[in-house]
Structures are given as C-alpha cells and as structure tokens.
C-alpha cells in the first residue's frame, strides 16, 4: 500500500512543490508526495522550476493549490502531512485527526542577501537532505520514518 505525505508551506510556489517533486523522485513507489499552501500562488517560483530542471527532476503538473483540496471527500488523504512554514501546523493540525502523522520540518531561511536562485538551491538541498533522513531513500523501508520534535 502506497503511504501519502502531503508538504505545505504558505504559498506552495516553492518549498512545498520542491519537497513534492524531490520526494516522488526518488520514491520506489512505496511513498507518494503531493503539496498545498495555505495562501496558493497563481504560478510556480521560477527558481523552483529552475532548481528541479538543475537536478534532473520534471516539474510539469506542479501547480499551486490551496491545502483544503486534500480535505475534500474524494481527494488522497495523507498519511503524513509536513509543514514546511512557521504557522502551517497551526492552521492545518485539526484537519486530519485519526492516523494521520504531523510533522514540522524546521527549515532555515534563506540567506536574506542571496539571490532568489541561490535561496531556492539551498531550499532544495536541505529538503533533500530532510527527505533522504526521514524517508530512508524514497521508501525502501517505511518503518524508519522518524518523526521530528
């Protein structure tokens, strides 16, 4: 059975697609990544586009949508939902009660005199990082999912 993580930051035009895409990239199939925002974008961050394309991920079908999407009846519901943004777990936590797991990755952020491309490579560095820590390469092994503080 596929395990569902759902990443959300605030405008899911970066962080949150980033985690979506480097996540299902990596995944043998045992983990499937989606991603919301609580306040969605109209587009993608080029930057985040730019980033993916650096390291051989496909951006295409990552849009920004609004994180109330996964709570309708009929959409995947995760198994794991990760905050990526400060205030996320706050607006999210009540959401999905029962088993799904919370989790909130404290991400640095950016240096505030790097450019746009150069915070979004250090974003994904850390996520993949991040990923590869608590996803044990994708999936191979579910039961080293660790959950964080």
């Not at 250090?122 to 993949?128: G, K």
Request: proline share 9%; with cysteine.
């Amino acid at each position: 059975m596929t395990m569902t993580i759902l990443f959300v930051c605030n405008d899911n035009a970066g962080l949150s697609p980033m985690a979506e895409a480097c996540l299902n990239a990596v995944s043998d199939g045992s983990l499937r990544a989606f991603s919301a925002g609580l306040a969605p974008a109209s587009h993608l961050a080029p930057a985040t586009a730019r980033v993916l394309a650096e390291n051989g991920i496909p951006c295409g079908g990552l849009v920004p949508k609004p994180w109330e999407l996964f709570a309708l009846p009929h959409a995947p519901s995760p198994d794991v939902v990760v905050a990526l943004t400060p205030g996320v777990a706050a607006a999210t936590g009540q959401i999905w009660g029962g088993p799904t797991r919370h989790m909130c990755w404290s991400l640095a952020p950016g240096r505030e005199a790097a450019s746009p491309i150069q915070q979004a490579r250090d974003a994904f560095a850390t996520l993949r990082r991040e990923i590869g820590m608590r996803f044990a390469g994708g999936g191979t092994d579910r039961r080293v999912l660790r959950r964080s503080a």
